[in-house]
């Protein structure tokens, strides 16, 4: 049997493993920035750009889509090659896919910041660059699948298998959640609204936490662990097991972020189940991947890369175990809205994904470079304060998520609530001044492997085209060559469009109920849609990312009924592209805001919250008052919402700026009563206007 | 598509999680079989490909 000769592209590799380090640490700074501005709110700066609630969308888009997804595309460049046993398909379209998911990434940086936001969490970004993402994700699709095609290997490893149903699920999860209305060139509305907003909207964030932080770095665990321990899996079959059953169950779980929320009670049991059944395979994968190591344990101690795996994957079976019992309601009821969900995805994102990166870099790095690791020391100085770092990040958000729960549902003898919204807030600030300290200690961390592997780097030469030989596969079957070689390259494809129905048919099922049976959601007559200067005061509220701290979502408890009004009704959502229920609530929630103070409160709030709430940590929103609303897209935006469904009356996208002045100016009048000046084109007049009807359409009776 | 259409209660909904039980309970007894039949030695050789 003739062997070939080839070469594997270690450039492209090392390109994203670059772009892996430069965005881990910008997300980190990021992090740590808005970790800062929980006990010191002055550091937003007063500047708009660089206030939480455009930082946050900012830190998290950053660590997920510019870190961990270079993490992805270079452990699937280096792995996928040597899998295949095959050089890339093409060297062009890795490139293109390099610049464009760079490029995407320093638009997302922008516009983010700008305050170009769709307002859906980890889904932020604006139309243009959705359409940006979706071709380029096209381009990685069309170099994995040709490069499996043309491979030299006849079965494909099951690390191939994690990378294709993470392409298939995140392209379907991409498209599904991204209908959206343009307004302008960075302005949407979701095509979505409300309750099934919110549905479609969490079935793409749970599926991205599950088809873009786990699944793919499964399969590079499938691949760096065994490399890395010099040892196959511990049990490939049930590596099989844990893939089919992972991906079919993780589809269904979406609905556990929105337990007790206005979502028909069918759609909140049926996430439940499937979230508890979820412990089995993901526990399945964590000890396929401990077990390999047994035995070896001895080499833990010596191998850095190892510990990081080791940890990695132990905070992986942590974050499995804690996300389905967050899944139970009473836990939910607790947890939910408060920093133990914060805690929750930091094991994960820091434990689970940082590790693993951490661990590949420190694996790849010194074979590409053809030399020993600079330092072991420092690598494994950097493993500890990594660990040491985690735990002092989390264990005070466990800490103060439970505490601020409990004193949320506590009530005096009397039966009034024990604890105002900002007692809460000021008791754990302790907690929060400690979780930066972890934080910190993390990121010192990953600033020395970067020096660490700089210095390796330095006194390394670089194999650019890696030799490596195999024999070519049509060899193999020399009988039935036809058959064969057909049978062979269909399989890939058969792996695709099995997830495919795999993963469509749990998101159909979740959705299909709450989209087509005309039911879900019982009409309010007394709902009716924004006035035009509200639309626009909505679109601040968006804008300045106000959703990252409080929700628009009273859940039906006795201390949420008693702290904010009537629970929330499914019905008063259908005019809300986005929906805004919010994730967290730093600050209280606002889904009954309206009319509980008066205009003049709203605008010094602004100006500076600690006026109004002396201790309160909210940053200042001062150019609010200064800034001017843009009136020219209110005929546009009403055009848009009337396109969905909205009803406005025919042509009231030319007569609207009429009534938005009419209200501006009764607001600019009700607040010179209160000795304020401001022109009834303020910003800050459009957001009171916003702020005063919500929740209010059915007090009025 | 509108989606400003919900009135009146849903009937026969607990078709959609029964259905998802069934769905799911069969390809995983499939899949369980498939593996449980599967070539030990393939196996073997499969999960050796990374360290090859």
């Known amino acids: 049997m003739q062997v070939e000769k080839f070469y594997y592209d270690n450039k492209i590799v090392k390109w994203f493993a670059y772009a ?77 896919h390099f610049f464009g998911w760079q490029g995407i990434i320093v638009a997302a940086a922008l516009t983010l910041l700008a305050g170009h936001t769709t307002g859906k969490e980890y889904a932020e970004l604006e139309w243009p660059i959705d359409i940006a993402i979706t071709l380029v994700w096209v381009v990685f699709g069309i170099n994995i699948f040709g490069t499996i095609i043309k491979r030299r290997e006849k079965h494909l490893y099951v690390a191939i298998w994690f990378y294709i149903a993470t392409w298939v699920t995140v392209a379907m999860l991409h498209i599904v959640n991204s209908f959206e209305m343009p307004v302008s060139f960075l302005k949407s509305y979701s095509w979505y609204a409300g309750v099934q907003d919110a549905l479609v909207q969490w079935w793409y964030g749970h599926n991205a936490v599950a088809f873009f932080l786990t699944t793919p ?21 049930l590596s099989i097991i844990h893939f ?184 754990i600030i302790p907690m929060y001044i400690t979780r930066s300290i972890g934080g910190t200690l993390y990121l010192i961390g990953a600033l020395l492997m970067v020096y660490n592997l700089a210095k390796t780097i330095g006194k390394g030469s670089f194999i650019a085209n890696e030799a490596a030989e195999a024999a070519p596969l049509v060899k193999e079957a020399s009988v039935k060559r036809e058959y064969w070689h057909r049978w062979i390259e269909r399989r890939p494809m058969t792996l695709l469009v099995m997830s495919l129905i795999v993963v469509a048919i749990g998101g159909a099922l979740e959705m299909v109920p709450a989209f087509l049976i005309k039911s879900n959601i019982p009409t309010i007559s007394s709902v009716k849609p924004y006035t035009p200067l509200e639309l626009q005061g909505r679109d601040i509220y968006v804008r300045e990312g106000c959703y990252t701290c409080h929700s628009q979502m009273i859940r039906p408890f006795r201390d949420e009924v008693a702290r904010y009004g009537e629970y929330s009704k499914a019905g008063e959502f259908v005019y809300d592209h986005p929906f805004q229920w919010g994730s967290k609530r730093t600050g209280p929630d606002l889904a009954r805001e309206g009319g509980k103070y008066p205009d003049s409160w709203h605008y010094n709030h602004m100006m500076d919250p600690r006026i109004m709430s002396p201790g309160s940590i909210m940053p200042v929103y001062s150019w609010l008052l200064d800034d001017r609303l843009d009136t020219a897209s209110t005929p546009a935006k009403i055009r848009a919402m009337m396109k969905m469904g909205v009803p406005y009356v025919p042509g009231y996208d030319l007569t609207a700026n009429k009534d938005l002045m009419t209200q501006a100016d009764s607001i600019r009048v009700s607040l010179a009563k209160d000795k304020i000046k401001t022109p009834a084109t303020a910003e800050i007049v459009a957001l009171i206007a916003y702020l005063q009807r919500l929740g209010k359409d059915i007090k009025a009776k | ?29 499939v899949m369980l079989v498939w593996v449980w039949r599967s070539d030990k030695k393939k196996i073997a050789d499969i999960s050796r490909i990374p360290l090859d």
Not at chain 1, 217 to 233: C, V
Not at chain 1, 384 to 408: D, K, R, S
């Open chain 1, 20 to 96: 892996t380090m430069l965005w881990g640490i910008v997300g980190m700074l990021a992090g740590l920035w808005v970790a800062i501005q929980f006990y010191a709110p002055g550091s937003s700066l007063s500047f708009a750009p660089t206030t939480f609630g455009r930082l946050r969308p900012l830190h998290t888009n950053a660590v997920i889509f510019a870190f961990v997804g270079n993490t992805i595309f270079m452990g699937v460049y280096y792995s996928l090659q040597r899998l295949c046993k095959t050089r890339m398909f093409s060297d062009k379209l890795s490139w293109i």
């Open chain 1, 217 to 237: 770095i499964l399969g590079l665990m499938y691949y760096f662990l065994p490399k890395a321990a010099n040892r196959p899996i511990y049990s490939y079959k």
């Open chain 1, 244 to 427: 089919w059953a992972l991906i079919f169950i993780y589809i269904w779980a979406g609905p556990h972020h929105l337990l007790y929320t206005a979502l028909p009670d069918w759609a909140q049991s049926l996430g439940v189940v499937f979230s508890i059944m979820l412990i089995a395979p993901s526990w399945g994968g964590m000890l396929n991947g401990l077990f390999t190591l047994r035995g070896a344990w001895d080499k833990v101690r010596e191998e850095p890369v190892l510990k990081f795996f080791v940890v990695a994957v132990t905070c992986y079976g942590m974050a499995t175990f804690e996300g389905p019992m967050l899944a139970l309601k009473n836990v939910n009821a607790i947890a939910h809205y408060t920093d133990w969900i914060i805690a929750h995805v930091h094991i994960g994102g820091l434990g689970w994904n940082g590790f693993m990166a951490f661990g590949i870099l420190y694996w790849m790095i010194p074979r590409m470079w053809d030399t020993p690791l600079y330092s072991k020391k420092l690598a494994t100085n950097h493993f500890w304060l990594g660990t040491i770092g985690i735990v002092i990040y989390t264990l005070p958000l466990y800490w103060a998520g439970f505490t601020q729960a409990l004193m949320w549902k506590s009530f005096t003898d009397e039966g009034q609530l024990k604890f105002q919204f900002l007692e809460t807030v000021t008791h």
């Open chain 2, 1 to 29: 598509m509108k989606f400003l259409h919900y009135l009146e209660k849903i009937t026969g909904v607990s078709i959609y999680p029964l259905s998802s039980f069934v769905i799911f309970g069969l390809f995983f007894l």
